[in-house]
């Protein structure tokens, strides 16, 4: 039971876990998952229904669902925002010529291209206006991107349109884009052909509740039949409840308490020198230090203090905003006493590009990666499967191994080349 007791140290000790990551009920602290009780977790008996041909009770959830943007047509899913992909990238693929990926892409839309034998092209947000965009094209689109930033949805779409283009949103962090005024829109709101969002990540609902959006009865029609196909065949009725129960948060969210309460957290960071940048996305702030690295600040904020962050990159610590409301049990007053405690000095140093080396990553410089290399958090590739490591690719890849980043396939990389040369 070793993951239990990692997990119970951490909820229960002198020092609990803070959470500022998802999944968005921060440790079952924001909505209304205490409802749950293990006995629900049934399965496709009398009374109840088929995720994969719903038709009765959690048929009455995807139109509840769907009552979120008119127009749409909408599918709970259980094997998260991947399976949503994945599923919406076969929907599309026999009318796609190419698939447009815009921006950084998630993992799981190059697995999905991949696997569809489609082509695609890359393409830089500040590049679409001159770009010769084709009926046969497909975008594939992060809106909001990882860190709460976001581009233009409404002229992305408007242009694909104009074109005869499709464009598929990975709107995996925007599941809560439109709960109440000072939130973003969602995609769907500038006509999204489909919209992914991940319920989990920043509603309260469970790891994995997902929900996909269609604008077309066709589309959604070979949507569902590339979910059959993708999706566990027991799905978890835990999972689907969660989503119920997220989907009624959103329905009856005020958002009083969470800007007054995200103001008095930014006045908080700030009066300890914290540098906090606020992005577009109200629940997504970033953090800096002017005497430290944004790794050293992340040691310092989870190993010292035990608030635990979304994601640490050079730029900054993201930390994901609970969407606090009346009753919760969020540990708002504890989280800022600990903010109090911190007494940032200046006697640590900030890193410099002094970075040791790290053992058998630079003998991967000029060999074809046979695996790609993921940071992960975000889920971003930094190289490819078959692309070339570049001397700049084996820097940014000892630079995150020096500041603990973790990185999917590194390890099968270097074991690859090892095991050629014996």
């Not at 070979?222 to 566990?232: A, L, R, S």
């Not at 970033?286 to 430290?292: C, G, I, T, V, Y």
């Not at 010292?304 to 979304?310: F, G, L, N, R």
């Amino acid at each position: 039971m070793n993951l239990y007791k990692t997990i119970e140290t951490m909820l229960n000790s002198d020092k609990p876990h803070i959470s500022m990551h998802v999944p968005g009920h921060k440790n079952n602290a924001i909505g209304y998952l205490s409802m749950l009780d293990a006995r629900f977790d049934m399965t496709e008996i009398d009374g109840l229904d088929d995720l994969h041909e719903p038709e009765g009770v959690l048929e009455d959830i995807n139109m509840n669902l769907s009552l979120k943007y008119p127009g749409y047509t909408a599918q709970m899913m259980v094997n998260g925002t991947t399976n949503g992909i994945l599923s919406a990238v076969f929907s599309l693929k026999e009318l796609t010529d190419r698939f447009i990926v815009v921006g950084d892409g998630h993992k799981s839309v190059y697995h999905a291209i991949r696997l569809s034998g489609v082509h695609y092209t890359e393409i830089a947000y500040a590049d679409l206006n001159g770009f010769d965009t084709a009926s046969g094209d497909t975008f594939i689109v992060t809106y909001p991107a990882y860190t709460g930033d976001l581009m233009d949805i409404e002229q992305l779409i408007s242009l694909a349109h104009e074109h005869g283009a499709r464009v598929i949103t990975d709107e995996a962090h925007g599941a809560h884009f439109d709960i109440a005024p000072g939130f973003p829109a969602s995609s769907m709101a500038y006509g999204s052909d489909i919209t992914i969002q991940s319920y989990h990540k920043m509603l309260p609902a469970l790891t994995m509740a997902s929900v996909i959006f269609t604008k077309s009865i066709s589309v959604h029609r070979e949507v569902m039949k590339y979910i059959n196909w993708f999706e566990t065949s027991s799905p978890s009725y835990l999972v689907m409840l969660s989503i119920e129960s997220a989907h009624e948060f959103y329905k009856t969210y005020h958002p009083e308490s969470f800007f007054s309460k995200r103001t008095r957290l930014i006045e908080a960071l700030r009066r300890e020198s914290i540098i906090v940048s606020e992005k577009a996305d109200p629940a997504k702030i970033m953090l800096s230090h002017p005497e430290f690295s944004a790794y050293e600040l992340a040691k310092v904020l989870t190993k010292e203090h035990h608030i635990h962050h979304e994601m640490v990159t050079d730029a900054g610590v993201l930390w994901c905003l609970p969407l606090f409301h009346r009753g919760d049990r969020y540990p708002y007053e504890n989280l800022l006493k600990r903010i109090g405690e911190l007494r940032l000095g200046s006697n640590q140093p900030a890193d410099d590009d002094s970075i040791p080396p790290v053992t058998g990553v630079e003998q991967l410089r000029g060999r074809v990666c046979r695996r790609t290399i993921v940071p992960y958090p975000p889920g971003v590739p930094m190289i490819h499967e078959g692309e070339t490591f570049s001397r700049e690719h084996i820097k940014r890849i000892t630079h995150n191994m020096y500041n603990h980043v973790r990185m999917e396939g590194i390890g099968h990389n270097i074991e690859y080349y090892k095991n050629e040369e014996n």
